[in-house]
């Protein structure tokens, strides 16, 4: 059965400082570059070679993967596919809260529901169609039996909530920085079980 690994980027200084990331960008910390890091360490031991890797087009994911790739090639893992900038995988916009303080949001960071729209930022259930869209045309391809999508908090949250009646592990799970979420994908009903989700330690 295909399988989607689904990884969420590294600590990036607004992360730090407790800003509202969004469409806006942060460069990953020191910290950040060493969940990443341990992300490729942990693909590496699991030996998963991917078919495809994709990411959201924002410089913190791509950051992410780029350490990724470094890994997996350091452990002779040197076929590595080309990198797939994918639009919908980007985080949601946080309307005028973009690059403010986390405490002003007027509701929860990662689920705010629908409470943003008025502010010119995306709701939860846009976001939801969005995201599993995204990752069903994905997985949708010929080649893609095993696929690596580099992501955001918020929209990996969505993405989670949206298959947690099929899941076969705990969900209620922090998804940390370099947190990877294992999927089964099946093709004909176009739906997603999760079986593992793994949190870096570092």
Known sequence: MPKLYVLRHGQTVYNLQKR????????LTELG???ARAAGR?????RIRFDRMCSSPLGRTLATLDVVREEL???GMTDLPPVEPVDGLIERCYGEFEGGLQSDVPADLWDPGEALVPYGGEGSVALRERIVAT???IMGAP???TVLAVCHGSATLQFKLAWEPLARCPQDVHLGNCCVLVYDYDPEAHTFACERIV???V
């Open 20 to 27: 509202v990331q969004g469409h806006c960008d942060s460069p």
């Open 33 to 35: 570059v060493e969940q």
């Open 42 to 46: 942990w693909i590496a031991s699991e």
């Open 73 to 75: 090639t350091a452990a």
């Open 135 to 137: 990752m069903t045309d």
């Open 143 to 145: 080649d893609a039996e």
């Open 199 to 201: 949190n870096q330690s």
